[in-house]
């Protein structure tokens, strides 16, 4: 919005809350991705405040420079793949359905049904039968049109299953003869290829089939976006004027993606009610900076308590239960703010990146957290015996005798389902497929 359209709103001055106040809680609350959004939103109905960026500056700085020469000459090939890349699944499926490799209305007709019924992964999870019946064509016409979907990329889609769509993919490698035999019966039965070992094309059937993409629409799953954080806490050497030397903790905001509020103090209005306007709008823009300092200050003095508390936990050990209201009484906020203020935010430490909201976690038994137990479990599976992975009851007894408490087994699945590990039968068919 102009400087003029902003002057043209209505000039009645009115009692109202302190920008600082109304601002303070969403300018708190926002994780650093959608702080400029929060700011901008408050800035736009100001005639004195701006918003400068500072993501797309920290954004560049990760990017290398290229000279000319180098920038100048794009490929047509490189352009395309870039150009799919964008496109959803759907779009990219439905650009091939044509009279190649479906030549009659009919055929194409099924094939956009077998499009509409493909899920995320690729996977056409509608039975062939009902889909058929739905169309009033016979069951064996409808199959004969989805295994053209053999041929379309990405190589895979339209199957019914992991099996079929490795068969699926197998068809476009270059593999033939022998080779190719070979890799059919690895494919259907998988879990014991080893006993394949001595064939002389064993080496390569097993490269090739582990190039194969599970889930075949791998490559157009939804990105993660980047995780910014706010707060860094890393280990430092310190030495002193003794020249020895000790292992410190530091913390720091992370200021190079924080937006600037620019305060533009030269507009002036000659009429007593356009100049009494300015006056309160140029308060609320000081405000907004207030409110923008508090949020760091609040962010900041949060880090310093999580590094007192858990310290144990960026040194290498395992994280202590917190309470929210543990750290509000320690730094004079209610509850509600502390959870507002670790809301969206992420920590990096030597550990890795974390949500802040990880480190206050409740206490399943005396000073055993849950996440203590989440670790656990991630180091037990990443130390397992590949050839018999734990199962969930044999995970149970592990935990209960290292921790000495109690639990249900199915407290250990949704931990595992949480850690994003699959079952132990699924992770032994991963296991030898990886062989």
């Known amino acids: 919005m102009s400087i003029g359209g902003k002057l043209r709103g209505?000039?009645?001055?009115?009692t109202r809350l302190s920008t600082t106040l109304k601002s303070w809680l969403p300018i708190l609350q926002s994780g650093v991705t959608e702080l400029e959004e929060t700011l901008n939103a408050i800035a736009d109905e100001n005639p004195y405040a701006s918003v400068q960026s500072q993501m797309t500056q920290s954004l560049n700085a990760k990017i290398p420079k290229r000279n000319k020469a180098q920038s100048g000459g794009v490929s047509n090939e490189r352009f395309e793949q870039?150009?799919?890349s964008e496109q959803s699944l759907y779009e990219v499926l439905e650009s091939q359905i044509d009279s190649k490799l479906?030549?009659?209305?009919?055929?194409?007709?099924?094939?956009?049904?077998?499009l509409e019924n493909i899920n995320d992964e690729g996977y056409l999870d509608v039975a062939?039968?009902?889909?058929?019946?739905?169309?009033?064509?016979?069951?064996?016409?409808?199959?004969r049109v989805r295994q053209r979907f053999a041929y379309l990329e990405p190589y895979g889609v339209g199957a019914r299953d992991v099996l079929e769509s490795f068969l699926f993919q197998l068809n476009n490698t270059d593999l033939e003869g022998e080779s190719y035999e070979l890799a059919t019966k690895v494919i259907k039965d998988l879990h014991n290829h080893s006993k394949y070992k001595n064939h002389k094309d064993y080496n390569l059937v097993m490269k090739t089939i582990k190039s194969?993409?599970?889930?075949?629409?791998?490559?157009?799953?939804?990105?993660?976006?980047?995780?910014i954080p706010d707060i860094f806490i890393f280990e430092r050497l310190k030495s002193?004027?003794?020249?020895?030397?000790?292992?410190?903790?530091?913390?720091?905001?992370?200021?190079?993606?924080?937006?600037?509020?620019?305060?533009?103090?030269?507009?002036?209005?000659?009429?007593?009610?356009?100049?009494e306007f300015l006056r309160t709008k140029l308060k609320e823009a000081k405000d907004l900076v207030d409110a923008l300092d508090m949020r760091k200050a609040t962010i900041l003095k949060i880090a310093i308590a999580l590094r007192e508390n858990q310290y144990d936990f960026f040194m290498g050990g395992e994280i202590r239960p917190m309470k929210l209201k543990d750290i509000a009484q320690d730094l004079g906020y209610a509850p509600s703010t502390i959870s507002r203020?670790?809301?969206?935010?992420?920590?990096?430490?030597?550990?890795?990146?974390?949500?802040?909201?990880?480190?206050?976690?409740?206490a399943i038994d005396g000073d055993t957290s849950n996440a203590s137990i989440k670790d656990f479990i991630l180091n037990l599976v990443k130390n397992e015996d590949r050839k018999k992975p734990l199962s969930d009851l044999k995970i149970l007894k592990i935990v209960e005798e290292k921790f000495e408490l109690k639990m249900v087994r199915r407290t250990i699945t949704k931990y595992r389902q949480q850690l994003n590990i699959a079952s132990s039968s699924e992770r032994k068919r991963l296991y030898e497929m990886s062989v």
């Open 240 to 275: 002193d004027s003794l020249k020895n030397t000790t292992y410190e903790l530091e913390v720091a905001i992370n200021d190079a993606y924080y937006p600037k509020i620019v305060v533009e103090e030269n507009l002036k209005l000659k009429d007593k009610q356009g100049a």
């Open 341 to 362: 203020a670790i809301a969206n935010k992420y920590l990096e430490c030597d550990r890795g990146i974390f949500p802040i909201k990880s480190f206050f976690t409740a």
């Open 10 to 14: 209505n000039l009645q001055v009115k």
């Open 82 to 84: 870039n150009h799919i």
């Open 128 to 143: 062939v039968a009902e889909l058929a019946l739905e169309m009033g064509v016979s069951e064996g016409e409808f199959e």
């Open 212 to 227: 194969f993409k599970n889930p075949p629409a791998i490559e157009f799953s939804p990105r993660e976006a980047e995780i």
């Open 102 to 114: 479906f030549p009659t209305s009919i055929s194409q007709s099924i094939a956009f049904k077998i």
